[in-house]
């Protein structure tokens, strides 16, 4: 298993109200914009990125973190058998993404995902 990006996620009852922020002043590019999201990224490290979000999608809270692994069904059933609190079950979302919510030991909601193929 690999972590291949962490994102933080902020939580904003409007989150395009960012842009002005992290787009104009911090530069960042708009690599994500779903209405409820928005992720910016950094023009050649992609890996340097923060998502403001209204809900976490699909009904969801927004998590604290969201970490992209190369296997998230393997992530998953480590964290089941660590007994770790899954808040939100493996799920194959509509934007293209296979992902889970886990607490982590200090309450925290961590969004576990992967990237379809």
Do not use: K
């Not at 914009?33 to 890996?47: N, P, R, S, V």
């Not at 699909?58 to 992209?68: D, K, M, N, Q, R």
């Not at 909601?109 to 379809?116: D, E, M, T």
């Amino acid at each position: 298993m690999t972590v291949l990006r962490i994102v933080a996620n902020l939580a904003a009852p409007d989150p395009q109200q960012a842009r002005a922020f992290y787009q104009d002043l911090l530069g960042l590019d708009v690599a994500m914009d779903h209405d409820w999201i928005l992720t910016f990224a950094g023009h050649e490290h992609q890996q340097v990125q923060v998502s403001v979000a209204s809900t976490g999608g699909s009904g969801t809270p927004v998590p604290c973190l969201s970490i992209e692994v190369d296997d998230v069904e393997a992530v998953h059933d480590r964290a089941r058998l660590a007994d770790f609190a899954i808040v939100y079950p493996l799920t194959d979302e509509p934007w293209g993404v296979r992902r889970f919510f886990v607490r982590d030991p200090l309450g925290n909601v961590i969004n576990i995902l992967s990237h379809r193929a």
